[in-house]
C-alpha cells in the first residue's frame, strides 16, 4: 500500500509546483513546506530504529535480495529522492537504508556522506538494481578498486553525471566510461592519483574511434603526474581540440596548452603523440579549423537565406493595398532586422576569411597561472568563470608583488565586463589587488581570494565599490602583524555611515582571517575594520550564510552597530538587516553572550550557529542559549568547542 497518495499530475499543478520551486530561496530551508515533507522528515528520522533496525536483524546478513519490494518502492519518485536527501543530509544513510532504498526508480544517488559503506558488494547491489541512474556520486569511496568501478559503470548507460572524485580511478575506467556512457556530460576525477592526464585521452579518442561529443564538464585537478610536464600540456591541448562541445575544464597545464595552441607550437607534442597512439596535435589543429570553417560558412549561408526572405517579405508587403502608420513601423522593423542581419554577414565572413586560429566554447577553466592568462583569454574567448593561481608566479622570492598585481589588472582587463566568477590566489596586499579587480569588471557574481595581506579598511571599501554585483564573497587574507595606526570611525555619525559601499545582493560572506594554532585567539589589532563589517552586513539585507573567522576586532560593536542603528549604506535595500540569515559562524572572535542572544533573537530564521572558539562564552552561556533556543519556532543548532 502506497505511503502517500498524491493526485494526478496536470498542466496546471505542474505550473504551480515550478512556480514554488523558483520562489523556494525566500522560504526557510528547515522548515517543510507541505504535509508530505513532514511526513519525509519522520520518515527519515525513524528509518534507523524501525525500518533498517527490522531488516539488519532479519535479513541483510542472512540473504541476499536482488529487488525488495516494500514500502518504498512504492513512493512518488519526487517523494523518493526527497528521502535519499534527507538522509544524505543529515548523516542518517547506513548500510541497511541503502539496502531498502536501492530501486530500479532511483535516478540520481549521491554517497559522498556516506562513502565509508561504499564496497564491492553495494556496487554489485547498485549494479543490478539502478541501472537507470542519471547521476551517481561516489567521491571518496576508497574501498572500491577500479576493477570494480568497471563493473559497475559498465551497466549505466543512461549516466549524465559521474563523480569519481578522490577514488582508485585510472584509465581503465575511463574507457569503460566512453564506451557505455554515451550520454555523459559532466566527468570529476579530481585527486584521482591513479589516473594521468594521458590516462582522459580516450574521452576523445581510442582505438576504434570512440569520441564521446557530448562531453561538456571535466572536472582533474590534482590528480596523477605525467611523465613529464610537456606530457601533460599536451594532453590538455588535445582535450581542447578534440572536444568541441567543452565549456568547463578544470587541469593543471590549462594555461600552458591554450599557449600551445595559439603559438601553434605542436612540433613539441609528436613524441607524445607517437607514443600514446593519437593523432598528431598539429592534423588535430587542421580538422578542428576545418569544421570551424564549415560552421561558419553554415552561418553565413543560413543568415543570407533569412536575409533574401526578408527583403522578399518587404516586396511583397509594398505590393500590397495602402500603407498606413502602423504598417510602416512594421516595414521599418523589417529594415532594421535586415540590416543587422547584414551587419553580422559581414563579421562572419571576415571571420572566415581571416580565421588563422582556433577558438573554444570554454566558459569555467581552473588550474590556470598568471602569464597564460593573454593566451587563455584569446583561445577561450567566452570565458564566464575564471581561476587564477598567482602563486606560481613566486617561487623566486625576489619576485615584486606590486609588478605581479600590475601584470593582474593587464591580464584581467582582457575578460573586462565578461566575467561572472573569479576566483584568485595572490600573496600580496589587498590594496595592490583593487586596480585588477576594477579591470575585472563590475559584473562579477562571486569573488574568492586567497592569501591576501591586509593592509588597511580603504582598500576593503574600494573592494566593495569595485564589485556591486557580488552575491557571493569569500575573502582568506593574513590580519595586521602590527595595530594599525588608524582611527576607529565613529560609529554613530550617521552620514559618515550612510556614504559608505554595500554589496546589496550579497547572499554568502565568508571572512576567514589566518590564525597561528599556536595562540588561542587572534590579536585585536584593526578597529576600523568595524566599519567595513557594518557595510558589508548593513547593506546585504538578503544574506543567507555568514562566516567571520578569527576577527581581529569585537564583534559586539559591530553587531550592534547592524542591528540596531538606522543608518544605511549607499545602495541598501529597504529592508531589515540580516533578516534572511540562516547560517553563522563566529569562529575564534571576541563575541559576548548578550550580543548572540540579540543576533538570535533578530535573525529568526538562523537556523545553525557556530561558536566553537569563542573564548568569552562559557558552557553555562551555551547551555542557556540553547534552553531559548528550544523555545523558538525554527530550529537552531548551536556548535561551541
Known amino acids: 500500500m502506497p505511503l502517500f497518495r498524491q493526485l494526478e499530475p496536470t498542466p496546471e499543478r505542474e505550473h504551480q509546483r515550478k512556480n514554488k520551486r523558483k520562489n523556494e530561496w525566500t522560504e526557510d530551508e528547515d522548515e517543510p513546506s507541505t504535509l508530505i515533507g513532514l511526513c519525509l522528515q519522520s520518515l527519515a528520522e525513524n528509518m534507523k530504529e524501525m525500518w533498517a533496525k527490522d531488516y539488519t536483524q532479519k535479513y541483510m546478513d542472512q540473504y541476499f535480495f536482488r529487488y525488495i519490494m516494500g514500502p518504498f518502492s512504492s513512493l512518488l519518485d519526487e517523494c523518493y529522492l526527497c528521502l535519499l536527501c534527507i538522509l544524505s543530509s543529515r548523516h542518517l544513510l547506513t548500510r541497511a537504508a541503502l539496502h531498502l532504498l536501492l530501486l530500479p526508480q532511483l535516478s540520481s544517488l549521491s554517497l559522498t556522506s556516506a562513502c565509508s559503506l561504499v564496497n564491492a558488494n553495494l556496487c554489485s547491489l547498485i549494479q543490478i538494481r539502478c541501472q537507470n541512474l542519471q547521476s551517481l556520486d561516489l567521491s571518496g569511496a576508497q574501498n572500491i578498486s577500479a576493477s570494480v568501478l568497471c563493473e559497475l559503470l559498465g551497466s549505466q548507460s543512461h549516466l549524465r553525471s559521474l563523480s569519481l572524485a578522490g577514488i582508485l580511478c585510472d584509465q581503465r575506467v575511463i574507457s569503460v566510461v566512453c564506451r557505455q556512457c554515451p550520454k555523459l556530460k559532466h566527468l570529476d576525477v579530481s585527486r584521482c592519483l591513479h589516473l ?310 550579497l547572499r554568502s560572506l565568508t571572512l576567514n582571517f589566518s590564525l597561528d594554532e599556536r595562540h588561542l585567539k587572534p590579536a585585536l589589532c584593526w578597529k576600523s575594520l568595524k566599519g567595513v563589517l557594518w557595510a558589508l552586513l548593513r547593506g546585504a539585507s538578503l544574506l543567507q550564510k555568514l562566516s567571520l573567522i578569527a576577527v581581529p576586532c569585537r564583534l559586539d560593536p559591530v553587531f550592534k552597530l547592524v542591528l540596531n542603528h538606522r543608518a544605511k549604506p549607499l545602495g541598501a535595500l529597504d529592508s531589515a538587516p540580516l533578516h534572511c540569515l540562516r547560517s553563522a559562524s563566529l569562529n575564534r572572535s571576541d563575541i559576548s553572550m548578550e550580543t548572540v542572544i540579540h543576533t538570535v533573537n533578530t535573525c529568526r530564521r538562523l537556523s545553525h550557529l557556530d561558536l566553537s572558539g569563542c573564548w568569552a562564552l562559557t558552557l553555562s552561556n551555551i547551555t542557556k542559549l540553547q534552553c531559548k533556543a528550544k523555545r523558538r519556532r525554527h530550529t537552531l543548532q548551536i556548535t561551541w568547542t
Open 196 to 505: 594521468t592526464p594521458a590516462g582522459l585521452l580516450p574521452l576523445s579518442y581510442q582505438e576504434p574511434l570512440v569520441k564521446n561529443a557530448n562531453i561538456s564538464s571535466l572536472l582533474a585537478l590534482d590528480i596523477g603526474l605525467a611523465e613529464n610536464e610537456r606530457d601533460a600540456v599536451a594532453a590538455v591541448a588535445f582535450l581542447l581540440l578534440s572536444l568541441p562541445g567543452l565549456q568547463r575544464l578544470a587541469m593543471e597545464g590549462l594555461g600552458q596548452a591554450c599557449a600551445l595552441i595559439q603559438n601553434k607550437q605542436f612540433e613539441v607534442t609528436e613524441e607524445f603523440s607517437s607514443r600514446e597512439g593519437v593523432p598528431l596535435l598539429k592534423d588535430m589543429w587542421a580538422k578542428r579549423t576545418q569544421e570551424d570553417h564549415l560552421k561558419d560558412s553554415s552561418l553565413l549561408s543560413t543568415d543570407r537565406e533569412e536575409s533574401f526572405t526578408l527583403e522578399g517579405k518587404i516586396d511583397e508587403y509594398l505590393s500590397e493595398s495602402q500603407t498606413d502608420a502602423s504598417d510602416s513601423t512594421d516595414i521599418n522593423e523589417w529594415t532594421r532586422t535586415s540590416g543587422e542581419g547584414c551587419e553580422k554577414d559581414g563579421c562572419r565572413s571576415r571571420a572566415c576569411n581571416g580565421r588563422d586560429s582556433v577558438t573554444t566554447s570554454l566558459r569555467d577553466v581552473q588550474g590556470l597561472s598568471l602569464d597564460t592568462s593573454e593566451a587563455v583569454g584569446k583561445v577561450c574567448p567566452e570565458l564566464r568563470v575564471l581561476s587564477l593561481d598567482c602563486l606560481q608566479n613566486n617561487v623566486d622570492d625576489n619576485v615584486d608583488s606590486f609588478e605581479q598585481a600590475a601584470v593582474l589588472a593587464r591580464g584581467l582587463g582582457t575578460f573586462s565586463g565578461q566575467l561572472s566568477c573569479l576566483s584568485l590566489q595572490f600573496a600580496g596586499l589587498l590594496s595592490e589587488l583593487v586596480p585588477a579587480l576594477k579591470a575585472a569588471g563590475s559584473h562579477l557574481l562571486s569573488l574568492t581570494l586567497e592569501g591576501i595581506k591586509a593592509d588597511g579598511h580603504i582598500p576593503f571599501l574600494e573592494l566593495i565599490h569595485a564589485c556591486p554585483r557580488l552575491t557571493s564573497l569569500t575573502v582568506h587574507l593574513d590580519p595586521p602583524r602590527n595595530n594599525l595606526n588608524e582611527e576607529e570611525e565613529e560609529g554613530e555619525d550617521e552620514g559618515l555611515l550612510s556614504n559608505l559601499p554595500c554589496i546589496p545582493h
